[in-house]
């Protein structure tokens, strides 16, 4: 079985802020893992992926996210935080030993950005 | 670069209603995934093709059958509409040997 936890449903920051928006992650077998932004009334783009190339994921639009195994974590940052970023993010993981290709996801961050 | 496809964008039914929903996968991508996202809810997969046979099956109601057809295209029936229908429905594709989901811009199903 695999399951995503977002720990936070909401995050505000203000706009040339770090972002942080934290993910922890339950899988049986090595996980892929994703984080793909929703905005209002669009569709979900990919962000980054992390399949065991490399721990750091740099991802579009400046974001990156660090794959930390022994606290079964996939957290997304970004240096400097821009109004255009405010959206749904969401966590997802899937399992290729599995043989289920489905995504998994988490319930989803907020992010508000004050200017 | 192409991206997934669907069509309506929107779309608005009645109760007890059917509704068809189709998806258009990127090029050269040989497997199609739908999901359910509801009002203020993450998404929930549905059902997935590959090579037109049914590879996976998720929380999808026996009112709604799908299938892909051999240009990989797939369509999601839904009959017997009910309120708890309306959603945004997505799909995505992606090539076999990858797990990267491409996602199209949803269509946004309003049951009356």
């Known amino acids: 079985a695999q399951s995503v936890t977002q720990l936070d449903s909401h995050v505000s920051v203000s706009e040339g802020t770090p972002v942080l928006l934290r993910c922890n992650y339950s899988s049986s077998y090595s996980p892929s893992l994703f984080w793909y932004v929703q905005h209002p009334n669009k569709g979900l783009q990919l962000l980054l992926k992390y399949t065991s190339a490399a721990t750091l994921v740099k991802g579009i639009n400046g974001f990156e996210a660090e794959f930390k195994k022994s606290e079964t974590s996939f957290h997304l940052t970004k240096p400097s935080a821009h109004m255009s970023d405010a959206a749904e993010y969401f966590c997802v993981v899937t399992s290729w030993d599995t043989g289920r290709r489905a995504l998994t996801f988490g319930s989803g961050t907020r992010l508000q950005v004050q200017p | 670069a192409a991206g997934v496809i669907q069509s309506p964008r929107h779309l608005i039914k009645e109760k007890r209603e059917t509704a068809t929903l189709k998806c258009y996968p990127i090029?050269?991508?040989?497997?199609v995934y739908w999901y359910q996202q509801g009002p203020g809810q993450d998404p929930q997969f549905l059902i997935s093709f590959y090579e037109k046979m049914q590879s996976d099956k998720g929380s999808i109601p026996d009112r709604f059958s799908a299938q892909q057809f051999s240009d990989y295209h797939s369509e999601l029936n839904m009959s017997s509409l009910e309120l708890g229908d309306s959603a945004l429905y997505f799909c995505?594709?992606?090539?076999?040997?990858?797990?990267?989901?491409?996602f199209g811009p949803g269509t946004r199903l309003t049951v009356l």
């Open positions: 995505a594709s992606s090539r076999r040997e990858s797990d990267t989901q491409y």
């Open positions: 090029p050269r991508h040989d497997t």
